[in-house]
């Protein structure tokens, strides 16, 4: 088993629609979780940090609820630049290094 | 652009051959490690260094091995090479006095194995 878990995809959407992505992971020790954004052939930028009482960055929003260790990430009114694949990432500390990458979700938006 | 410069940027090897690519990490970050990412795949952890001594490393066998140097520059060493090494191998760094500073990963080396 994969120690983060996440649907690969793809989720194909229109513009405007919003889009929900989960992933799951298996060490109850993570400490620290994120969401990186890779586009094709691209190194992996960070998102946005996940906090346990959630967390919105405009038109994304991240939630955490570690005793089901399950992370989702939320975008509203894709844009055609959401175009991605999103990964979700965990550490096993606060320092948020060493990371647990899952295989990612690619999400393509369509006019 | 994050600063963070790795070469080469492309490379084809053979079995057997040894490789060793090299990451020049963004100004003042003193931490730099290291993922392999395999096509389809996320990335995954090799190892971690700080002050030039290795602090964490990935599920991967000894043939990978690394060195930081005193500018905090780092390199990746492979010996041995097996097909399935072929892969994006992307150098990060972050400024670990920063409690959970952003990583900032460079455009990666893209090895393929013969």
């Known amino acids: 088993r994969k120690e983060v878990e996440q649907d690969p995809g793809p989720f194909n959407v229109p513009e405007g629609a919003t889009v929900a992505f989960n992933c799951t992971y298996s060490?109850?020790?993570?400490?620290?979780f994120f969401w990186y954004r890779q586009d094709c052939r691209k190194e992996p930028k960070l998102l946005m940090s996940?906090?346990?009482s959630g967390n919105e960055d405009g038109r994304f929003t991240a939630q955490l609820n570690r005793a089901s260790q399950y992370i989702s990430l939320l975008i509203r009114d894709s844009k055609l630049s959401d175009s991605a694949t999103y990964l979700c990432?965990?550490?096993?500390?606060?320092?948020?290094?060493?990371?647990?990458f899952g295989g990612g979700t690619r999400l393509m938006v369509k006019p | 652009e994050t600063g963070v410069t790795q070469s080469p940027t492309h490379l084809i090897k053979t079995r057997g051959q040894q490789v060793t690519l090299r990451c020049s990490s963004q100004?003042?970050?003193?931490?730099v490690s290291w993922y392999q990412q395999a096509l389809g795949q996320g990335p995954q952890f090799i190892f971690q260094?700080?002050?030039?001594?290795?602090?964490g490393r990935g599920n991967f066998p000894p043939r990978f091995s690394g060195l930081q140097f005193p500018n905090y520059s780092s390199e990746l060493n492979v010996n041995a090479l097996e097909l399935d090494d072929s892969a994006l191998y992307l150098c990060?760094?972050?400024?670990?006095?920063?409690?959970?500073?952003?990583?900032?990963f460079g455009e990666g080396s893209r090895l393929t194995v013969l």
């Open positions: 990060a760094s972050r400024d670990s006095l920063i409690g959970t500073g952003e990583l900032f």
């Open positions: 060490n109850s020790a993570s400490q620290s």
């Open positions: 996940v906090y346990s």
């Open positions: 990432v965990v550490s096993p500390n606060n320092a948020g290094n060493m990371l647990t």
């Open positions: 100004s003042g970050h003193n931490t």
């Open positions: 260094y700080y002050r030039e001594e290795e602090n």
